[in-house]
């Protein structure tokens, strides 16, 4: 009898060795491992480009995607995403989601504020014959700056502003590189469903009172000899 228990036991710490414990360190690796986010922006007068690229995994997974210019396909498809938008908003209600929204935003805002970010870089140059002009945008980008570099902590930060009084153009070079751990991207997307369904209520909510009291109206003037 004691030998088969001490098989049952030893047969136990074999399975946790040979299975459950490479499984455990597996999905301690992945929820560690980071996702590295980087967005680029250059602009050049009226030329522009937005692009962002996912890299994981050593960059062995490496995505870049063209946010900016869209592509006549994926212009297409914005077009008809738009047609669609404008017939259902018109058989919906607006309503006023600003609480939801704003506690919702400072749970996100907490949540991101935990993300590493790994480089923020701004190097802006532009020009105007109006010296006013470009003095009061040398003082609102400089202000901006500033806000980013004290809201923000960055293991690499660049921020540059060149002003010209005797031309006219702008230039910018963009850099933003987050990167957040797969942990941190689930938390992310549980507080994203959250605030989903936390809406999703509020308007079931909404339209039900606002339907109950349509069909009080209705019954109110009928009663009264008014036709619906």
Not at 47 to 56: L, N, P, T, W
Not at 65 to 82: L, M, N, Q, V
Not at 157 to 185: A, E, M, R, W
Not at 189 to 206: A, D, L, P, S
């Amino acid at each position: 009898m004691e030998n088969n228990i001490d098989m049952n036991y030893k047969d136990l710490l074999i399975f946790f060795i040979k299975i459950l414990l490479p499984i455990s360190l597996i999905v301690f690796f992945l929820l560690k491992s980071t996702i590295h986010v980087i967005i680029t922006s250059n602009i050049d007068n009226t030329d522009a480009e937005i692009k962002v690229s996912f890299r994981y995994f050593f960059n062995l997974i490496n995505i870049t995607k063209t946010i900016y210019p869209i592509s006549k396909s994926d212009e297409e498809k914005h077009k008809k995403k738009k047609n669609k938008y404008k017939e259902d908003k018109s058989r919906l209600k607006k309503l006023d989601l600003k609480k939801i929204e704003l506690e919702n935003l400072i749970v996100l805002y907490k949540i991101l504020r935990k993300v590493r970010i790994s480089e923020i870089y701004s190097n802006l140059s532009y020009g105007s014959e109006n010296i006013h002009l470009t003095s009061f945008i040398y003082v609102l980008v400089n202000i901006f700056y500033g806000n980013v570099s004290n809201y923000f902590e960055s293991d690499k930060i660049y921020l540059k502003v060149s002003p010209c009084y005797n031309q006219n153009f702008i230039k910018h070079k963009g850099i933003l590189h987050v990167s957040p751990t797969i942990k941190d991207v689930i938390i992310f997307i549980k507080g994203m469903i959250h605030i989903y369904f936390k809406i999703r209520k509020y308007k079931k909510v909404k339209y039900g009172k606002e339907a109950r009291t349509d069909e009080i109206d209705k019954l109110y003037k009928r009663s009264n000899g008014h036709n619906a």
